[in-house]
């Protein structure tokens, strides 16, 4: 049975008979896999915690006739304890994960594995607000996908911005002319915000007050449950605390 290494994040689990446990990987070098962990499931499992989701790990697998076998795994990034610790980065890198699986494909994505990676960490080390992070990374990793959203010109005619109105299925901002009627109007700050998640401006997003990241929160949203068409289920639970 040929093998392969690679590293991998956890993205789901299932559950599968009573000692199993079917894993979701996205990994760096063969973009999305499914897995059997066998007996993962036993306390005196040799992989203890390291497949659980948020988790990163170097990987040997034995690839099979419809899901591979995990038969070593390293762990590389323990982010998973931290993570579920706290209920607000909880919520966000359950939502970030999802947006992965849906985003990716067998074929995979280097940019999106280093990207989710990156976003994991981020969250474990409380090096942002959870919410920031959430959204900065939605914005990257769609962007990586090929819907990379316009906050300057005109995402329909080109013509230099800024612009006031914002219409995901347009693909951000637009001119007044060619928006439709109703769109939602984003303010400078709001705007300003968008911009800095999406480059990892880091300084402003952090300066930015409570009202705006709310506002940026909602345009976050609504790009990316209009571009994954069926939405993200785990978006709608994700505490964006107090603000």
Excluded at 2 to 19: C, I, W
Excluded at 138 to 165: K, N, Q, Y
Excluded at 195 to 212: F, R, Y
Aim: charge should be negative; glycine fraction near 10%.
């Amino acid at each position: 049975m040929p093998t392969y290494r690679d590293e991998g994040v956890v993205l789901r689990t299932h559950s599968l008979g009573e000692a199993d446990r079917i894993v979701t990987l996205l990994t760096r070098e063969h973009g999305k896999v499914r897995a059997v962990a066998r007996g993962v499931r036993r306390t005196s499992s040799r992989f203890g915690g390291r497949l659980e989701p948020f988790m990163v790990a170097d990987l040997q697998l034995a690839v099979g006739r419809s899901l591979d076998i995990v038969t070593q795994a390293v762990t590389l990034g323990s982010y998973a304890p931290v993570i579920v610790s706290d209920y607000r980065a909880y919520t966000a890198a359950t939502a970030m994960v999802e947006t992965a699986d849906r985003l990716t494909d067998d074929d995979g994505s280097r940019q999106q594995y280093l990207l989710l990676v990156g976003a994991l960490r981020s969250l474990s080390r409380a090096e942002h607000d959870p919410s920031l992070t959430l959204d900065s990374y939605l914005l990257r990793a769609l962007s990586i996908a090929g819907w990379a959203p316009s906050f300057g010109d005109c995402a329909v005619t080109g013509e230099p911005g800024p612009h006031r109105a914002f219409v995901p299925q347009l693909g951000g901002m637009v001119a007044d002319h060619s928006a439709p009627p109703g769109s939602l109007r984003i303010d400078a700050a709001t705007l300003e915000l968008l911009g800095a998640l999406l480059t990892g401006d880091w300084a402003n997003a952090e300066a930015s007050v409570d009202g705006v990241r709310n506002r940026a929160s909602g345009a976050v949203s609504a790009y990316v449950q209009w571009h994954l068409e069926r939405g993200l289920r785990s978006l709608e639970y994700v505490d964006r605390g107090e603000r």
